[in-house]
């Protein structure tokens, strides 16, 4: 007997609610929780996830069929899933922005348009024009026509406009086909013939050859690769033997070898092998025994180990008896940047139990990653915060790495979620152990240890008890300076990069901006060239000659006369590292200098390339923005320049002294981690400012109660939770009224918690105005959720409205 069913399915859109599909009887034996179903709604077919199996039929609607089921098996697992659930209702999003951003983009295909020819009527081309003629002379010859193929007959990318006067008038109808778009990777091997692997046979053969000695030379090359690689690719033999492919076509016509083609990796991984090739010290044996301990306690701990104190040599002893238990890994990072140091050290000691996984492997290797994973392949995933998505089969231990990094937190577009945060949840649904690592670790995390939510491990000395580098601040007040502007080099900056370079040693200096020149400035008016679509100062890049908006990207040609004179006296105010290069260069001419910032190492291994000469000492002085920051590891640094802790220091924002002692003291752990002989020098024109003496000390501890007072004194985090909701709208005053109707709408329950409306520090970003309110809540749940259900019904009310239907509203929990 056949009973209805029905499904709720997950497709990759905002919908505040998630649609709900009828099965047909004869896909009901295949329809599981995780598999991918075809479905279609409004004209357009999705790829969704069935998230569960509902034996009732709605009552407000008649569901409609799905149209097929993609999947003999689910490619997500039910933790998934609910992890997609925690973060959607956490961080105030939809279930399927969360799944837009956990899946491979070609594991959720794609909805092709098909132009299908109207068989049913008859169809007089008098009255089209020219392009919909053409088309619809196509469409009657080939019946069907995809939207490539008309762009292709056009030669024209914008075909719409001719394509919806050709359905108006009934030539043709549009279909949706959905594509696979993961395909994957095949690759021609070449073999011997199997009558030739007698070697009475194969020795006739060598020694009777008499003709064609090129072909004799392509076989004995396929006969060497065979014994010394094992499998022999096509491109691989012609080249090694400088030979044809028509020669090899030869050999095979003549039934010597055999080509065949057959479905490979695109990520070759190395032989599976565990190999531990240290032992920890006595303080690090110490750390991973309580990190044991506390994980038998506590489901978090946090390993509190000051810079170059060998974390990762016990995340790497962690790893090594999670792989024995048969348990996965996930092993994340801020950056992508990071990645590359830290693959070379787990490759060497897991082999092709490690895998890596960020956003700049293509589609179709991130579908191999995540089928690796899923199946349990691979033991170990190193990735950015991306990488918290991949379908863990058996998850035990989640480490996240530089735990305070902001970078932890995705900002746009949703899901606005904080990884390591999502990490803690998505490892209790998994039953497996989190390690927050940092030697500069957030006041939160902190304060739950104080709270004893969290294990406290601390590792309070070098590896090889190594001194902290020596920290010196440089009043960069006292330096003349020759165009009244901000000195970029001190004299005593240049007199100890001289002496390291004396000794043969590296050196880091660090700008926290990019670009040759923040800004330009009209000496004659004071007028500053800002950018078209943005509130904020365009920064001048001296190597492509241009100046830049860093925050919609655009570029524009080098300004030489002032817009409000007509003066053609412009100077270049402060400086970023591409400024910072060139003076270096100037100074100490026969020194090999680069730059590590995002204009610099764009390209997928351009990093990895950059960090291995620094490794090699083929560089003697980096400039680099926070990139140079985090967690890497350099032997022969002794000097650390920060060039301008000002910047760090004064910015408006709450976490300003916590982020500014992160940096500094991050960077400072770059210096002497090998024999301890490392220098710090700061330069910053306000040398007795708080932060400045913690970081001189190397003392968290101080910074920490430094925090917590005032943190209390004005209600932040970690003693409240933070909602920011922030209104956009190309017209400011449109905004502005948005933001005043949630405000109002708010104070009922919420008055004393909600500040603003306010316009933050750069007030219009891509020609959108911007507007801020910021919730203060208590740390109740029930308050907080029922916050956050009234700012999406506020939402709902003011978006109703059709004077405010654009204003985007972005609602950002515990924005960073």
Known sequence: MFFPLFIEVIIPLFLPKNYTWAVPAQMQAAVQPGVRVEVQLKNKRYAGIVKKMLDKKPEEFEPKEILNVLDTEPVVYPQQLDLWQWIARYYMCSEGEVMQAAMPANLKLSSESILIWNEERSYDFSDLTDSEYVVAEALELKKELRLNEVQQLLDASNVYPVIKKLIEKGVCHVWEELKEKYRSKTETFVTLHSKYNNEDELADLLNNWSKAPKQMELLLSYLHLVKTEGEVTQPKLLKKSNATAAQLKGLCEKNILVLEKRATDRIRLLPRDIQIDFTLSAAQQKAFDEVQQGFSEKQVCLLHGVTASGKTEVYTKLIEACITQGKQVLYMLPEIALTSQIIRRLQKHFGGYIAIYHSKFNPNERVEIWNKVKTGETKVVLGARSSLFLPFKDLGLIIADEEHDASYKQQDPAPRYHARDAAIYYASLNNARVLLGSATPSIESYYNCTQQKYALVQLDERYGQ???????????????????????????????????????????????????????????????????????????????????????????????????????????????????????????????????????????????????????????????????????????????????????????????????????????????????????????????????????????TRLFQFELANRKQFDYPPFTRLIQVIFKHKEKHIAEEAANIMMQGLKKDFGNECNGPAQPVVDRVRNQYLWEILIKLPKDAARINLCKREIQQQIVIIQSNKRYRGVTILPDVDPV
């Open 466 to 700: 190594v001194e902290l580098p020596q920290i010196s601040v440089i009043d960069i007040k006292k330096v003349p300076a020759q165009d009244k502007g901000k000195v970029a080099l001190s004299p005593s900056l240049i007199a100890a990069i001289d002496t390291s370079l004396q000794q043969q040693k590296q050196v880091i200096l660090f700008q926290n901006r990019r670009g040759y020149s923040p800004y330009l400035i009209c000496g004659t008016c004071g007028w500053i060239p800002q950018c078209r679509h943005c509130d904020v100062t365009l920064t001048y890049h001296k190597a492509k000659n241009s100046l830049a908006c860093h925050y919609c990207g655009t570029s524009y040609p080098v300004i030489n006369t002032c817009a409000a004179c007509g003066s053609h006296n412009f100077n270049q105010k402060n400086f970023g590292t591409e400024k910072i290069e060139e003076l270096v260069a100037e100074a100490f001419p026969n020194a090999r200098i680069s730059r590590m910032d995002y204009d610099s190492v764009k390209g997928k291994n351009d990093h990895d390339a950059l960090i291995k000469l620094f490794e090699q000492q083929r560089i003697d002085i980096l400039v680099g923005t926070q990139m140079v920051v985090k967690g890497l590891d350099f032997e022969h640094v002794n000097l650390v320049g920060i060039i301008d802790a000002d910047g760090i220091l004064n910015f408006t924002d709450f976490r300003v002294n916590e982020r500014a002692f992160q940096l500094m003291e991050q960077v400072s752990g770059r210096a002497g981690r090998r024999d301890g002989k490392g220098t710090v020098l700061i330069q910053v024109s306000n040398p007795m400012h708080p932060v400045l003496q913690f970081v001189k000390e190397h003392d968290f």
